[in-house]
Each structure stands twice: as structure tokens, then as C-alpha cells.
């Protein structure tokens, strides 16, 4: 049995140990004065005390019951608690007790095979009652427990929406442990008789109260300002729950007050119906979803199509001899939901004014945006609709080199004049990492120097990038408003969406970060030390500045905008994604910009099965995001634990970790490795509160360079066309294994088992093979993991594609068009003509973006230097796709005569 120490949630532990006393008890049942009779007992015991700190904040199966099956195990009555046992582990695996109360003697019991909800049909599913639980705070007898817990159930009425269970809890500490042990909770009552400090004293319920809030904070607060702050908390933890303050307090103390989450205040007054409707519209606000209920309604209107599209009700398919295969497949509702009309209880996407624009509206609500907009054809597109609306030509923009060919696109439609930021190297894996925080604020110091910081418009990075490097939002935008108050951040999170849903992943998303610095720009304190700081650096230079952690003036402007995949870690159909805006200026600089470039890219026919599932998954992750995200972190760190600690698998792979992938000076916290064999898994809170980067635990790299295997090898030929397991992502000596709100640990267990399988075969290939195959394969290791061409620097824009030498900064659009006439270019072959220019030191720049994938960032761009570094990278590139490079030709670059034309051309633009 695993220590509490080797999980990461309190949801894994809690299943592990209930699956554990059911084996326990149900072996100790067959055989009760069997030798292991005395081991078994023991481990029963254990399970009963791990389990007892944990069970108080679930409904099902209740301390009185779990209190009773601990009675039947000390009065020796084993084969009742075997039964009873067995009873609790199947209803929590199969969800039953979601949908009927769940007997445990053995005299009510009734056969609940039929019940297995992994088992019944989507159509029974979708048909039952969703439940959830009610977090009640307040320190109460027993007696006084079972009394509200009546009240609150004998309200149920046949026809409400949803069913609950209430959770009774004494203190503010245990409440906090409770919403973030309790994925079922979706409401909190707080009650006036809630104390302060838990009875538990135990570490993991220590690990989950450090990421609610400070004990010292806490324990100086005065008894009556437990309700208030207990609701600010949550909303720091869990923003998506509903609270509900019942208190003793006047009108006149508590108005005016932060609190949180809290929906509505009750005074000193025991109503319960009123209790329960608001709890229940509470959810229904969260459940709801406009636009899919407007298609499901749609789709049952008898209507006649005489417009576009004949696959609309299925009628093309329906009366087809030869494509009934495809009416089979995917079955009558998706056509009956196909349509091109934007009447009828639907919505137009470009003009939206009914469930299309409400549905936005909840999402942004979701995640926590002012506004947000849907796209139907990913998040490329959405990148260029952001760059399109907000770049103006000739503005300057810091573009993360690394950040994907997306953004490069939107750089030559805008016009704009970029200035490329180089991200740490990790040569040694062949990747990159994130751009320091000192290498943005150096550019933004230079541009200042040099007079240009006028016409510096945004910032653009990758967060997190695919490698799952992530960014410490907050401080970034921070220390870059306190140079340039009105710089505009455009946030790729096109793999991060599901992070707004984790309470550690949360705070260094764009949005929560964009609301936490306008809140503090506002109060006193942050006045103060600005105009105390301000003082302090009145004649510093720009080395002093780039040392100190700057603090932006209360005036500056937050100007944040969010690009997301939800197709990619959340439950969306494929292209689906959102635009997250969180900016000051938005109503009176950008709107009409927006709008124009929205109508630019998105088409006049966006597909309303895309839109529908934005809108679902919209309503799961405010539901059960949380639930979901701590799941797939647990599948990923439970990946992370077995490949580490595996002896076999040490040989050949090596899992990754913030020690190999972030350099000692971005890890403030010191932090090595998220898991160690002997202590178990690191409070990564601290990490990701302190920490330049950190790494996002959800993103497994496995170098596999002792396997003898490149990273395409691995991928294609062995994890796929051997085993079925699909992944994206590698680079010369690694694979990429991304888990997601959909990773079970039945698949983490069987990627185990295949690993092991591919390390038994290199055992027994080794154990078999001769003297020169030994030698062939550690050369090809050897190749793989010392022999490692440097990764390259951008080297520079040509002065004919650069606006201003001084800055460095590149007009890509020209360049980009410039080679549309192909006399102006020509091909130079990599290891002949090329090769041999460089080594006559002529100038070579290149005419296309060349991109490899993965990982689908230019290493070239129109108008950029080659250099023999990127020459040398380009050679030793293992990937079979590479975008805007022709085998049969060589690399596209300008000629000689159009660089000189062009800087010819040049002159008078610089007269003028």
C-alpha cells in the first residue's frame, strides 16, 4: 500500500484506500483465522485511521455510517463489513449514490448491477438528475447536524433540477479543506456558530490549507469576520462555487464588505425553502447553456429547407443509395442539428444578439474575462484577429521567437516592426525554454534609451509553451507596465485553458492575473510603494533596473488579451477556441478594431456543432473543472512516480523534471523535482507562487536518447505502429506525452506497461547482441545525448528589411511579398551552395518562414540572416515535416540583386 505521502489529491488516496479495505476486509472474511489473520486486521485498522481524516468532508457514505462499519470491523462482525464495504467501493466507482440512496445492511440490499454508470446508456445518463453536495459551516452537536441536515432534505421536490447532499463542518479551516478535498461540493452555507481552527491536525490537510490561505492571517482575524473572510477564501481557491452567508451581524456591517463568492446574505433567520431555491438557481446559473439548448431546440422544429446546405435535417443523406455509411456512423442528430440559419431561436456568430452572445457572456464569466469570443477555426485564427486588432503598421512588437507560426502570420498582415526575444536554450534536449524576464525588460530598456518606447505596442508569449514551460504572469506584465504603462500582452494559451480551473495553475493564468493587477494597482499600498520605490530609483541606470523588481504606477493601464485552444485540454469539437479580453481600453480604443478584425477572419458560415460544444464545455469546467484538473494532474504525476521510480525504465528513459527544463537562477524557490523517492510529492504552491518558471506538471518529456531511438523514431515507429499510442510533440532525444482532462489511469497504466515492454526488448536485444552491434548502438546513444548540435539565437534582420538598425526590429511583411516575385529569390541546396556561401562570408537571407514540425516554430523568417548556427540545426533536424522547405530545391533566399534593389528602395523611405 502506498504512503499518503505518494499521492498528489486527496480524491486518488480516498479511492485507493476504500478499494483497499474492501480487498482487506473481503480477504479477512474468507479466511478470518487464517495465518495473515493478524496482518489483515492490522491493515484494516490503518485503512479505518487513514480514512477517518478524510471522510468528514463527503456526504456519501457519511461519518454515521462510516462510523458503523467501523463498529462491525471492533465487534468482529467481518463478513457484515466485507458486505457493507463492498457496497461504499462499488457506489463510489460506479457513481450509484449520485442517483439513489445506497442501503448498506444487508436486509435491504437490492441488486445494483443495472446501476454501474459506466455501463448504462448515454440516453439513461443524460436523463438522470445531476447531484451534487452543500458544504454547511457551523459548529453543532449531532443532534443538531442530523436537524439541518433534515431540514435541508425534506425540501426536495419531484420537480427540482438537480438533487443534493449536505456536508456539515465545524470551522473556517475545515471549510477550506472541504471545498478542495470535495469535488462534488457546488455551494457553501455559512452559518454564525463556525470556529476557526480544525480538530484534524494532520500534513496533507496542512498542504491543502497553505493554498487557501495563510494560517498567520487567519488566526488574527476576530470571530465575527470568519463568515465574511471564509467566503473571500473560497473565491481564491474555488471562484466557480456559490457561498451564502448567514449572519447575526446588521445591514449596516456587512454591506459594503468583500465577500467573495458570496451570492446572498441571510439574516438571523432560519428560512430553508428560500436556502434551497437559491442553492438550486445558483447551480441551474452555471448549468445553463444558451446556445446548445437553442440548437437542441431547433433541431426538433419541423421545418422546410429551401436555403443552403442539403445535408440540413439529412435529407442528401437519407435519400442517398451509396452514403448511408455516413448517416450510420454518426447518427440522425447531428444532421438534424445542421443548419445555416441564424433565426429560429439561433444566433449569428458575427453579429451575435441571442444564445451565441449570451453563451460568451458565460464564459467569460467562466474565465474570469470582461469579454470573450468564440472561434470556430482555432486559435490560430484567434491570434490573428488579436494581432490584427490591436497592431497598427510600423508599431513595434517583442515577439517570443519560439511562439507558434500563428503569430509570425499576424506580424506580416499587421504591418508590424518585431523585435524577436530569445527564449532560454536547453541544448541538450534540443528544445527551447521560456524568454527570461530579463531579456524582455533589457529590449523594453533599450527601446527607451534609443526614444522609440512610444512606439512599442505589445508584448507577445507563449504561455505555457508546449513543453509546459509557464510564465509568472503577473510579475512579467508588472515589471514591463513599470517601464512602458500602456504595453498590451497578448497571452498564447492555447494548451493552458484548463489551467483557470486548478487553484495552483490558476494564478499564473493571463486572466487572473490581469483582474489581481488592476485590484492592486487601485489600493494605497500600492501607491505608496511606488512613489517610495520611484524615489529610491530617481537616478538609476539601466543595469540598476533590470535588476530591481519594478513596480508600475497606479495610472498604468492593464491591457491583457488571451488566445485559447478549448479543444486541446478541454471538451470541445476540433477548432473550437476563445478569445479572453481583460482590457481598460477596450471599450474606447479597440472595439471597432476588434470587430473589423473578427469579421476578417471568421467565417460567414461557422459551424454551430463547434459552438455548441464551446457552450457545453463552458458549462463542465464551471461544474467539474476542478474535479477533472486534479485528475488529470494526479494521472500525470502518478506517470511522472512510476517511470522515475522504476529501475528497469531508469536504464533507458528519464522523465524530465524543473530541474532539467528551468536553469537555477529562474527557480527562486529551489525546487529541483516535483516528486522524491523518500519524502513523496513537493508542495509545488510555493513554485508556482515565487518561481520565474515553473513547470506544468501535466506535460510528461521523456528523453528516450539512451533507448538508441531519436524522438520521430520513437514516436512513429515504436509508441505508435507497435503500440496505438499517439503523441505530437518531439524533439531529437525526446517524446512529449501530454495527459488531459480525459486521461485515465488505466491508459497511464498501460503507457507503463508498454514502456516496460520496449525496455525488456533493449535488455534482451543488448543480452544477445555481438561486440559490433554493441558498439553501433551505444555510437547511436551517444549521438542522441552528448553529440548535440547548439540550438541557434535569431541572428538578425538584413538592413533591407530592417526599418531601424539601431533597434534591430524587422519589417517581415515586405520581405513576405517581396518574394511573391519569384525573380527576387532563388534556392540554395543546405550542404553544397549554401554551405558554401557562408563559408565565403556572403550574406544569406532567407525569402520564407521555415518551420519544422513538431514544434511548429520558424526557425527562419522572411528577411532573416542565415547563419552557419542555423544552418548546423537545419542539418541535424531528425523531423519529417518541415513548412516552407523544398527537399528537391534547397532553401528559398532573396538574390543579391533584389537586396540591393531593395535598399535601394529604402533611401527615400528613410529621407522621408
Not at 443 to 453: S, T, V
Not at 745 to 772: F, N, P, Q, T, W
Not at 791 to 809: N, Q, T, V, Y
Request: net charge negative; hydrophobic share 40%.
Amino acid at each position: 500500500m502506498h504512503s499518503m505521502n505518494d499521492y498528489y489529491s486527496a480524491v486518488q488516496l480516498r479511492a485507493d484506500r476504500w478499494s483497499a479495505l474492501r480487498e482487506a476486509s473481503a480477504e479477512l472474511n474468507r479466511t478470518p483465522q487464517g495465518r495473515h489473520a493478524g496482518a489483515l486486521k492490522k491493515r484494516i485498522e490503518g485503512l479505518f485511521t487513514s480514512l477517518s481524516v478524510i471522510e468528514p468532508y463527503w456526504a456519501f457514505p457519511g461519518m454515521p455510517a462510516f462510523e458503523h462499519m467501523r463498529r462491525q470491523f471492533e465487534g468482529g462482525h467481518i463478513e457484515d463489513l466485507a458486505f457493507s464495504v463492498h457496497r461504499v467501493t462499488r457506489a463510489l466507482t460506479t457513481g450509484a449514490y449520485r442517483r439513489r440512496h445506497i442501503p448498506l445492511e444487508r436486509d435491504l440490499f437490492e441488486n445494483d448491477e443495472h446501476d454501474d454508470e459506466a455501463v448504462l446508456p448515454p440516453e439513461a445518463r443524460a436523463m438522470a438528475r445531476p447531484y451534487f453536495e452543500v458544504l454547511i459551516v457551523d459548529s453543532v452537536t449531532e443532534h443538531q447536524e442530523r436537524w439541518l441536515k433534515s431540514n435541508m432534505t425534506r425540501l426536495r421536490r419531484p420537480e427540482d433540477p438537480f438533487t443534493y447532499e449536505a456536508v456539515v463542518v465545524p470551522s473556517l479551516e475545515d471549510a477550506l479543506i472541504g471545498v478542495l478535498f470535495n469535488h462534488n461540493i457546488q455551494a457553501i452555507v455559512v452559518r454564525p456558530g463556525l470556529v476557526l481552527k480544525s480538530k484534524t491536525d494532520h500534513p496533507v490537510l496542512s498542504r491543502y490549507l497553505n493554498r487557501a490561505g495563510g494560517q498567520k492571517e487567519l488566526e488574527a482575524l476576530l470571530p465575527e469576520d470568519y463568515g465574511p473572510e471564509l467566503c473571500r477564501l473560497i473565491a481564491r481557491v474555488r471562484p466557480e462555487l456559490d457561498a451564502y452567508l448567514v449572519t447575526e451581524r446588521s445591514v449596516e456591517d456587512i454591506a459594503g464588505l468583500d465577500l467573495g463568492i458570496c451570492r446572498r446574505v441571510f439574516y438571523n433567520q432560519e428560512d430553508f425553502m428560500e436556502l434551497h431555491l437559491n442553492i438550486l438557481r445558483g447551480v441551474q446559473a452555471r448549468n445553463k447553456t444558451p446556445f446548445f439548448t437553442a440548437l437542441v431546440e431547433y433541431s426538433k422544429q419541423p421545418t422546410g429547407v429551401f436555403h443552403a446546405m442539403p445535408i440540413s435535417r439529412g435529407k442528401s443523406i437519407t435519400r442517398s443509395h451509396w452514403i448511408q455509411d455516413m448517416g450510420a456512423f454518426y447518427g440522425p442528430n447531428i444532421f438534424m442539428a445542421e443548419t445555416s440559419a441564424t433565426s429560429g431561436g439561433l444566433d449569428s456568430l458575427l453579429e451575435p444578439h441571442g444564445p451565441i452572445k449570451e453563451a460568451q457572456e458565460l464564459a467569460a464569466r467562466a474565465f474570469g474575462a470582461k469579454q470573450t469570443f468564440f472561434a470556430t477555426n482555432g486559435t490560430s485564427t484567434c491570434n490573428k484577429i488579436v494581432v490584427q486588432a490591436l497592431v497598427r503598421p510600423g508599431d513595434i512588437v517583442l515577439v517570443d521567437r519560439d511562439c507558434h507560426k500563428s503569430h509570425h502570420y499576424g506580424m506580416v498582415l499587421s504591418g508590424a516592426q518585431v523585435v524577436y526575444l530569445d527564449s532560454y536554450p536547453l541544448s541538450e534536449y534540443s528544445m527551447y525554454g521560456a524568454v527570461p524576464l530579463k531579456e524582455i525588460k533589457h529590449q523594453l530598456l533599450a527601446l527607451k534609451a534609443a526614444g522609440k518606447l512610444d512606439r512599442v505596442r505589445m508584448l507577445l508569449l507563449t504561455n505555457c509553451t508546449f513543453d509546459g514551460i509557464v510564465y509568472n504572469v503577473e510579475r512579467v506584465m508588472e515589471e514591463c507596465l513599470a517601464i512602458k504603462p500602456d504595453l498590451i500582452f497578448l497571452w498564447d494559451e492555447a494548451w493552458f485553458a484548463f489551467a483557470r480551473f486548478g487553484p495552483t495553475y490558476r494564478q499564473r493564468t493571463a486572466m487572473n492575473a490581469a483582474g489581481e493587477l488592476r485590484s492592486r494597482l487601485r489600493s494605497d499600498a500600492h501607491k505608496k510603494a511606488y512613489e517610495a520605490q520611484q524615489e529610491a530609483l530617481k537616478d538609476a541606470d539601466a543595469a540598476t533596473l533590470l535588476n530591481t523588481r519594478l513596480i508600475p504606477s497606479p495610472r498604468a493601464r492593464v491591457r491583457v488579451y488571451a488566445t485559447q485552444s478549448t479543444h486541446k485540454t478541454l471538451t470541445s469539437l476540433r477548432q473550437g477556441s476563445m478569445i479572453h479580453v481583460n482590457d481598460q481600453d477596450f471599450k474606447g480604443e479597440v472595439e471597432q478594431s476588434f470587430h473589423e478584425a473578427y469579421m476578417t477572419h471568421t467565417s460567414t458560415s461557422p459551424n454551430y456543432q463547434i459552438i455548441a460544444s464551446l457552450d457545453v464545455g463552458r458549462r463542465q469546467v464551471e461544474l467539474e473543472g476542478f474535479e477533472f484538473v486534479q485528475r488529470q494532474v494526479e494521472a500525470a504525476m502518478s506517470m511522472r512516480r512510476a517511470i522515475a521510480t522504476h529501475p528497469l525504465l531508469q536504464k533507458y528513459f528519464k522523465v524530465l523534471t524543473a530541474g532539467d527544463m528551468i536553469p537555477e537562477e529562474h527557480r527562486e524557490s529551489g525546487v529541483t523535482s516535483y516528486y522524491d523517492s523518500e519524502q513523496g510529492w513537493t508542495d509545488i504552491w510555493e513554485c508556482w507562487e515565487r518561481d520565474e518558471f515553473v513547470l506544468d506538471a501535466t506535460r510528461v518529456t521523456l528523453a528516450v536518447g539512451g533507448t538508441g531511438w531519436d524522438g520521430d523514431t520513437f514516436k512513429t515507429d515504436i509508441l505508435m505502429d507497435k503500440y496505438g499510442i499517439q503523441i505530437n510533440k518531439t524533439s531529437r532525444n525526446t517524446v512529449l506525452f501530454m495527459t488531459n482532462i480525459g486521461t485515465t489511469r488505466s491508459s497511464v497504466a498501460y503507457l507503463i506497461e508498454v514502456l516496460v515492454e520496449i525496455a525488456k526488448g533493449l535488455d534482451d536485444l543488448l543480452d544477445d547482441a555481438s561486440r559490433m552491434e554493441r558498439l553501433s548502438f551505444d555510437r547511436r546513444v551517444k549521438n542522441l545525448v552528448k553529440d548535440l548540435p547548439p540550438l541557434p539565437d535569431f541572428s538578425r534582420f538584413h538592413e533591407a528589411f530592417c526599418a531601424d538598425k539601431d533597434i534591430g526590429a524587422g519589417d517581415i511583411r515586405t520581405a513576405f511579398f517581396l518574394a511573391y516575385d519569384e525573380k527576387n529569390c532563388d534556392y540554395l541546396d543546405l550542404t553544397g551552395s549554401l554551405k558554401s556561401a557562408l563559408e565565403k562570408g556572403e550574406t544569406v537571407v532567407s525569402a520564407s518562414f521555415i518551420i519544422p514540425y513538431p514544434p511548429g516554430f520558424p526557425i527562419l523568417v522572411p528577411g532573416q540572416v542565415v547563419s552557419r548556427e542555423i544552418l548546423a540545426f537545419m542539418l541535424a533536424l531528425d523531423v519529417n515535416e518541415i513548412h516552407g522547405y523544398r527537399s528537391d530545391l534547397g532553401l528559398r533566399v532573396f538574390t543579391p540583386e533584389a537586396l540591393a534593389a531593395r535598399l535601394q528602395q529604402k533611401l527615400p523611405e528613410a529621407a522621408e
